[in-house]
């Protein structure tokens, strides 16, 4: 039974009332947080960060050349000496994985800052500028957009020759539209927001309001950004070595060994099957930690 | 609404234009022409005639005015590399094959991409969502040129279930043939499913955490009912608003997959024009694909105010 | 479902009262139906015999006057629109008697009009025909294409209806062995005419005088002839229907063959080793030939030397192309193909033998002094630098290689040379790697390189057509590295009118000596060969290098089972 003796006044004052028990937290520790309660998405981050490892090490981990010939040996199975065989042309295979993968992470990576950087920029002069601006800068997207992109990729590769800048440029060039059109559309809405009115009027400065509510908008738009369009990348680079306008010879991407491979299948289909699972596992870390991010960054799907 | 589509009409004339324009010079900034090859080897005379019967030893502008002109006629004049060959052939021949082929890959793949959307999502963190989730990056990772010979391979080679090659034609063109269809149809709905699945799940994530799905919950709605009625009406207008440009892409064929089993599409056809500069076939091929996407762009905006009540028409004022 | 089955037993039907017509010519043929399945890479999308050229599947559509074919008896041609010929006493003029049994697919008969009217619209310059340059030794036939003759002064024509007459300039031995190229086939006037500009493309238009019709094409899909009832030796030709098939990847063909869905293939790398086992263990048939290409690098030979400046001289080419051991690179890049150490090919033949085996392998001594060993190559390499009075060390020069393709053969083929000239020499060889031929071209064209991948393959079989490759010129000045030798012209000039084979033999041994041992303009790698696999079941199948690629007109389908 309760009765009222059981209770008493114990009082407060000003600051108890006020004060905040939770401890304050930024939007980054609530995401970091969030994301490290996710297992998955952390196996994800562990097991690219094995691979940014490998890629490292990888290639001189077994001491074999992964350029020079070695006929005698050519298309061997896995061995104790050569872990993932050799290829047609007696080249350690598990060498030649990681330094294929080098090339594409890296391809991917400084494709996903150009799209980013470029399409950053070009949509926030959409939202700044609006108007007539907006106007010409939004057709040209529209024209890029309908252009088939493979089209576009093969052409530049053919103006600009079979070189790695030529790669780069052909894409990049069709892939930043898709981020300007985000960050336009974002930059749009918060401009009109209440609580970046709120602090207009609170007084905040400009250079306030830009970093603590645009950034941070920003920055998670173009994390789920680049988390996409990573694998996306890697993808297209080896859809490319297929048509036969990748990387050139003795320089190589996953694509490129993946081509290779699917040319001797029948015969050897170990040279097709490393690559192909080394490829798998870092485009699907990639995806599974974007949607790990995905659900850290975004508020709303928070639990 | 009346001007809202006249505007858009003329909007996208101006575009295609652009697109036009563009593609011109882009081919031409490409060193070599359409007839290089073939004249690599001739003598000097019958080199000046060829090109001439081709009208290449005209100055570069006066051949992109004339390519204009006709083209604003709707002619896009003959292939450089395959004589006889016309983009009007190949709306009419080729066309039909790709579209078939897409349409099928896509319905195949939106529907099992879906299904599997909503099972990733009702099984969210679950052993089922993460299979979901690997099984649709995996199919993805494979080039469409491997995973189309391997199942030729097993399903053509050994099993002899289908047809190693082949593709319906005349009367079979729209129906019928079903077995040729079944191994390059598999090979690239692959890429619906992943998209589609995962489009679906996330939209539906996104639903699960709104305020009318908790009211639901509360007033005692059964799951089922709050799934079908609340959770997935919500989460397909992403689907709905993604659906047209996979339609708009579908047709347009993959090179690969007609290449492996010899479908007589234009996805083949387009990359090897874009190869031999084939700036005739190349140009009419983007319009026509540019013009498709565009007009279905203008449907996707329709389609919005349609299916999402929140969403004005554009160009009507509050 | 059920019409099916009636064109099927229509099919059987004509099928019966075919073989019942061929009678008893094949001995063992009922039970098997007669139809061939092959595999092609493309269509080649000409109908025009006289635009076609180069060895095109399609050429055993029509009949010329004579037929090549490759058997047991090697590369030879055979009478086959020409019933006779008679040479004039100075070998200035050819008669052709033509056999009066010929006919077009549609009925009316091949006359000497025909064969007058194609050999016309060859050199008309309106046309702008690839293969004019065959009939320039005709009289009239250059002035007319040229534009500075008319073409009834060109001195190809027809008698009475079958007997057709052409005169030459000067005796031209090579002449014969040009006629069985389809540019020199002969078309109908009023076809051709009425179908004005769609001639060659619409295949509809066309009619076909030789053992097989087209009935059915899908671009990109297959192609079907079928035999051709009016053709003056159908009884002979046993084949009811030949299906061609696009089939892009040799996997996918390996698997077809494997299921018996192709019934002849040519397949590439590791398939035709596999094969090659197979036809061992008596599994299939494996047709080896001879073919008319040699393949290697040719060197800037334009004023500057190439992009390192060393090109120009003999002795730097030379040790270049001595580093190559070219028994090993076949063994290890190609598995397949026969080692080159002369330009023109063994399949060439010279009155009426090999011309390879009657004048020997040009570079083979020299080349075995130096095969395999550094020091030797690189001192003659040193020596050419002191030549050209460059003094910068070995170790600092690159030399820049021009190539296209991405196969993994090419690949190999690539990385092969660049590594065993770097490994030789101790130089550093830029791989120029661009994506297709037009590019490649552009790049050539520029002069950007030093020496590039490339071959000849032969248009017709004597040796000239490949030594000529590196006449001043020849076909535009950027061909070939644009090498010039007068000498070596002078001796190809010297040719013309030359009808005395022994003659001619040793001009043509003196004109390669000068390219293979004096200039080293090329550096030979291999000579091409063919390799069909054919099932059991197919018999009497030819190939052949300068006439149609695959000669069916007497083959036949023996136990098959179906």
């Keep these: ?303 | ?318 | 479902m059920f019409r099916k089955k009636i064109l099927a037993l229509a099919l059987t039907a004509v099928m019966a009262v075919s073989s019942l017509m061929v009678g008893s010519s094949v001995s063992a043929a009922e039970g098997d139906t007669q139809v061939l399945n092959l595999r092609t890479a493309s269509f080649g999308n000409n109908y025009d015999v006289q635009d076609m050229g180069w060895r095109w599947m399609m050429a055993a559509c029509y009949d010329g006057l004579y037929r090549n074919v490759a058997d047991q008896d090697g590369e030879h041609f055979i009478l086959a629109g020409a019933e006779s010929v008679d040479i004039s006493e100075d070998g200035t003029v050819y008669t052709f008697h033509l056999r009066q049994d010929a006919k077009w697919s549609d009925g009316v008969p091949v006359t000497a009009h025909d064969y007058e009217y194609g050999w016309k619209r060859l050199v008309t310059p309106e046309y702008g025909y690839s293969y004019a340059s065959f009939m320039f030794g005709v009289v009239g036939a250059q002035e007319c294409f040229e534009g500075t003759g008319s073409v009834d002064d060109v001195k190809a024509v027809a008698l009475d209806d079958y007997t057709f007459q052409v005169t030459l300039k000067v005796a031209d031995p090579t002449f014969e062995s040009k006629l069985v190229a389809t540019p020199l086939y002969p078309t109908r006037q009023d076809l051709a005419e009425a179908a004005g500009d769609q001639w060659g493309k619409d295949w509809t238009l066309c009619v076909y005088n030789g053992p097989f019709c087209m009935t059915e094409l899908v671009e990109d899909n297959k192609m079907v002839w079928t035999k051709n009832p009016e053709y003056w030796d159908a009884e002979n030709t046993h084949l009811e229907t030949i299906n061609w098939y696009i089939v892009g990847e040799d996997s996918t063909a390996a698997t077809m063959f494997d299921n018996g869905e192709l019934d002849i293939l040519q397949t590439s790398g590791d398939y035709v080793i596999k094969y090659r086992g197979e036809a061992d263990a008596g599994n299939m048939q494996l047709v080896v030939s001879d073919y008319p290409g040699t393949i290697g690098l040719v060197y800037n030979s334009k004023e500057g030397g190439g992009l390192s400046g060393l090109m120009s001289n003999a002795k730097i080419r030379k040790a270049i192309s001595y580093c190559i051991n070219r028994e090993d690179m076949i063994a290890g890049v190609y598995g397949r193909y026969k080692p080159a150490y002369s330009y023109v090919a063994p399949a060439i033949t010279f009155d009426g033998s090999s011309y390879r085996s009657q004048v020997g392998e040009m570079m083979q001594e020299e080349y075995n002094q130096y095969v395999g060993n550094p020091e030797a190559l690189q001192a003659l390499f040193q020596e050419g630098l002191d030549e050209l009075g460059v003094t910068t060390p070995m170790s600092d020069i690159t030399l820049t290689y021009l190539t296209y393709g991405t196969s993994v053969e090419q690949q190999a083929e690539n990385e092969y040379l660049q590594q065993i000239i770097q490994q030789m020499l101790g130089v550093t060889v830029n791989l120029s790697i661009v994506g297709d031929y037009a590019l490649f071209q552009a790049e050539r064209d520029a002069g950007n390189y030093d020496m590039f991948y490339s071959g000849w393959f032969s248009d017709y079989n004597d040796p000239l057509d490949f030594l000529y490759t590196f006449y001043t010129n020849a076909y535009g000045e950027n061909n070939y590295g644009g090498y010039s030798n007068a000498k070596y012209d002078e001796l190809l000039d010297s040719l013309t009118g030359e009808t005395d084979n022994a003659k001619r033999l040793e001009i043509y041994k003196e004109a390669e000596s000068i390219l293979m041992n004096e200039d080293c303009a090329f550096a030979p790698i291999y000579y091409s060969t063919k390799e069909v696999f054919l099932q059991n079941w197919v018999k009497d199948f030819r190939t052949s290098s300068f006439g149609a690629s695959q000669e069916m007109y007497i083959t036949y389908i023996e136990g098959r089972g179906n």
Aim: positive net charge.
């Design chain 1, 1 to 303: 039974m309760l009765t009222p003796d059981k209770f008493k006044v114990i009082g407060y004052t000003e600051e108890e009332a006020n004060s905040i028990c939770r401890p304050t937290i930024s939007y980054w520790q609530d995401a970091w947080r969030r994301l490290r309660k996710n297992p998955v998405a952390m196996a994800s981050l562990i097991i690219l960060g094995l691979l940014v490892i490998m890629v490292i090490i990888g290639p001189n981990l077994r001491g074999y050349d992964y350029i020079a010939m070695n006929i005698p040996d050519k298309n061997q199975g896995a061995s104790a000496k050569y872990w993932f065989g050799t290829d047609n042309m007696g080249r350690d295979l598990f060498s030649r994985i990681w330094v294929g993968a080098r090339a594409s992470l890296a391809i991917a990576l400084v494709a996903t800052m150009l799209k980013l950087v470029v399409g950053t920029l070009y949509g926030a002069a959409m939202a700044h500028f609006g108007g007539w601006v907006d106007d010409l800068l939004m057709r040209i997207i529209e024209v890029i957009n309908s252009l088939p992109s493979l089209l576009v990729t093969i052409l530049i590769m053919m103006v600009l020759g079979n070189n790695l800048f030529a790669m780069l440029v052909a894409l990049s060039i069709t892939a930043w539209c898709n981020t300007a059109r985000q960050v336009r559309g974002m930059i749009k809405q918060l401009k009109e927001s209440e609580y970046v009115y709120a602090a207009e009027v609170l007084g905040a400065s400009p250079m306030r309001i830009i970093l603590k509510h645009y950034v941070p908008n920003m920055i998670s738009i173009l994390i789920l950004d680049a988390s996409v369009a990573i694998p996306q990348f890697i993808f297209t680079e080896a859809g490319l070595s297929f048509l036969g306008i990748g990387l050139k010879t003795p320089a190589i991407s996953l694509g490129v060994l993946i081509s290779l491979g699917q040319q001797t299948m029948d015969f050897y289909p170990s040279q097709l099957f490393y690559p192909c699972v080394v490829l798998c596992v870092i485009v699907m870390a990639f995806n599974l930690l974007g949607d790990g991010l995905r659900n850290a960054l975004d508020p709303r799907l928070r639990q």
């Design chain 2, 1 to 318: 609404m009346g001007r809202y589509i006249v505007r858009r009409f003329l909007e996208m004339l101006l575009t295609l234009f652009l697109i036009a324009t563009a593609t011109f010079f882009l081919l031409e900034a490409v060193p070599g022409d359409p007839l290089s090859q073939r004249a690599d080897k001739l003598p000097v005379q019958s080199r000046e005639v060829m090109y001439k019967r081709y009208g290449l030893d005209k100055p570069v502008m006066e051949r992109y005015l004339i390519t204009m002109k006709n083209m604003a006629k709707g002619d896009f004049g003959e292939s450089f590399v395959y004589a006889g060959q016309t983009v009007g052939g190949l709306i009419h021949d080729r066309l039909p094959v790709s579209a078939r082929l897409g349409i099928q890959q896509m319905l195949l793949g939106v529907t099992v991409g879906l299904l599997l959307g909503i099972l990733a999502a009702i099984k969210r963190g679950t052993i089922a969502d993460y299979t979901v989730v690997a099984f649709s990056v995996l199919l993805i990772s494979i080039p469409h040129l491997i995973f189309g010979l391997m199942l030729q391979k097993i399903f053509a080679g050994n099993l002899r279930w289908f047809p190693t090659i082949g593709w319906p034609s005349g009367d079979e063109l729209w129906f019928g043939g079903w077995k040729y269809t079944v191994l390059p149809t598999l090979t690239g709905c692959f890429s619906y499913i992943a998209t589609y699945a995962r489009l679906l799940k996330t939209s539906m994530l996104d639903v699960v955490n709104q305020d009318y799905v908790l009211t639901a919950e509360s007033k005692g709605l059964s799951r089922g009912r709050i799934i079908r009625k609340h959770i997935l009406r919500n989460s397909f207008i992403p689907v709905m608003t993604q659906l047209p440009m996979s339609v708009a892409m579908c047709i347009t064929g993959s090179f690969f997959i007609e290449s492996i089993f010899a479908i007589p599409g234009i996805g083949q056809y387009y990359v090897t024009a874009v190869n031999n500069q084939d700036l005739s076939i190349v140009l009419g091929e983007t319009v026509l694909l540019a013009l498709l996407y565009i007009v279905v762009l203008f449907i996707t905006d329709l389609l919005y105010v349609v299916v999402d009540p929140r969403i004005s028409m554009p160009g009507r004022k509050k």
